[in-house]
């Protein structure tokens, strides 16, 4: 018996299977196009996500370094400036000072000259007004530890006129609120302006030349050096009264000033200076 198997013929109607080479699925090229478009999408995130990211840090580091530099120079030129603007600042200072006594610093100061020193003036000059116009408004303050209330009606205001001429506010007393150190009490009635002009018209004042002088020449000297403008006066030729027929009637504008040295100076020209106010 031999061992050679014999070949079983093809079933009758098969047809014999083809046996060629297989061709591979991931062939160099194709892996080749893989690899290619992977380091396209990975050059692609690194840009956007790292690359564009660092340039925008590095923009705004260099941004900050120039702001720095502006910043470091404006404050070596204050530095280098410091000394002349302390000097100026004293020197301000020490002339401010010899300035304030001209001026009515708060409503005490205020209400010696409302209800003393002008109607003094007024007096001392033989004049009785028709009517005193205040072409300002005033608010005094009332606070609650005052031992006794002030008058805040001038005697020669017209009665009518009188109660509504100037305005108060009571300051009340907080709880527990104790009085006030009299050192430590800030003055009340300052203005809200380094400079504030107090403009005072007067109507219908039967004066002579002469009065009129004494009038201004009064102010001047019992007023205690405060600082104050006779902006104008004008006589009415058709109002001439008196037996030698010399009086006439005036009428003059005149302006006191406020300052508050704490307050902040605008470059605008304050109301009330000299030349700003005609008759």
Same mark, same amino acid.
């Given at each position: 018996m031999s061992s050679t198997r014999r070949q079983q013929p093809p079933a009758k109607g098969g047809k014999q299977p083809?046996?060629?080479?297989?061709?591979?699925?991931?062939?160099?090229?194709?892996?080749?196009?893989?690899?290619?478009?992977?380091?396209?999408?990975?050059?692609?995130?690194f840009y956007k996500g790292f690359y564009e990211k660092k340039v925008q840090e590095i923009a705004s580091l260099e941004d900050q370094i120039g702001k720095q530099k502006q910043n470091n120079d404006t404050y070596k030129r204050k530095a280098e400036m410091l000394p002349n603007a302390q000097t100026v600042r004293a020197i301000m200072d020490e002339k401010l000072e010899e300035v304030q006594p001209m001026f009515i610093m708060d409503q005490d100061e205020m209400r010696e000259f409302l209800f003393y020193t002008f109607p003094d003036v007024l007096v001392r000059s033989?004049?009785?007004? !028709?009517?005193?116009?205040?072409? %300002?408004?005033? +608010?005094?303050?009332?606070?609650?530890w005052y031992d006794t209330p002030f008058e805040t009606i001038p005697d020669w205001s017209p009665p009518d006129e009188g109660p509504s001429l100037f305005t108060w506010t009571y300051k009340s007393r907080n709880e527990d609120?104790?009085?006030?150190?009299?050192?430590?009490?800030?003055?009340?009635?300052?203005?809200?302006t380094f400079i504030q002009a107090l403009t005072i018209h007067l109507?219908?004042?039967?004066?002579? !030349?002469?009065?009129?002088?004494? %009038?201004?020449? +009064?102010?001047?000297?019992?007023?205690?050096?405060?600082?104050?403008?006779?902006?104008c006066f004008r006589n009415d030729s058709g109002e001439i009264s008196g037996f030698l027929r010399v009086i006439t009637l005036y009428e003059m504008d005149i302006s006191i000033y406020m300052m508050n040295p704490t307050a902040g100076a605008s470059g605008d020209m304050p109301e009330g200076m000299p030349g700003s106010e005609t008759c």
């Open positions: 083809e046996t060629g080479p297989r061709v591979p699925v991931f062939t160099p090229q194709i892996m080749g196009i893989v690899f290619l478009v992977l380091i396209i999408v990975a050059g692609v995130v033989n004049i009785n007004p !028709y009517g005193i116009i205040i072409d %300002f408004e005033w +608010n005094y303050t009332l606070p609650w609120e104790k009085e006030p150190d009299p050192e430590s009490i800030e003055p009340f009635g300052q203005p809200d109507e219908e004042v039967p004066l002579t !030349y002469e009065q009129l002088k004494r %009038f201004i020449s +009064n102010l001047q000297k019992l007023f205690g050096g405060k600082l104050y403008t006779v902006h």
